[in-house]
């Protein structure tokens, strides 16, 4: 079941792989193609989906457990989301309009 902590620290994990996957493939993209649009979107588009992924298990970890430990994990996922989002994301307007 999607409930149980294996799970969710399985899809924590596939979507950690899945970023570092998406953020390969854009690198190799950007030197065959030389192409900035490309690279910017690929970019974001890989930040919005890693951050997204954990704010949503965060939250809903959030709301189901009751230990003040495993609540304090879910904060710590949520946060981690929000600087994800926070740090990356101008990085990536800079490489847009910048470089």
Not at 22 to 49: A, E, P, Q, R
Not at 59 to 85: C, D, G, Q
């Amino acid at each position: 079941m999607l409930t149980s902590r294996i799970n969710k620290r399985d899809i924590i994990f596939w979507t950690e792989i899945i970023s570092v996957f998406f953020s390969i493939l854009l690198i190799i993209i950007y030197f065959i193609y030389k192409d900035k649009t490309i690279f910017s979107v690929t970019f974001i588009g890989t930040i919005l989906f890693w951050g997204c992924i954990k704010g949503i298990l965060g939250m809903n970890k959030l709301k189901t457990e009751k230990s003040p430990f495993k609540k304090e994990r879910a904060k710590h996922h949520i946060y981690e989301a929000v600087w994800i989002l926070a740090g990356m994301l101008p990085i990536c307007f800079f490489i847009i309009y910048f470089i």
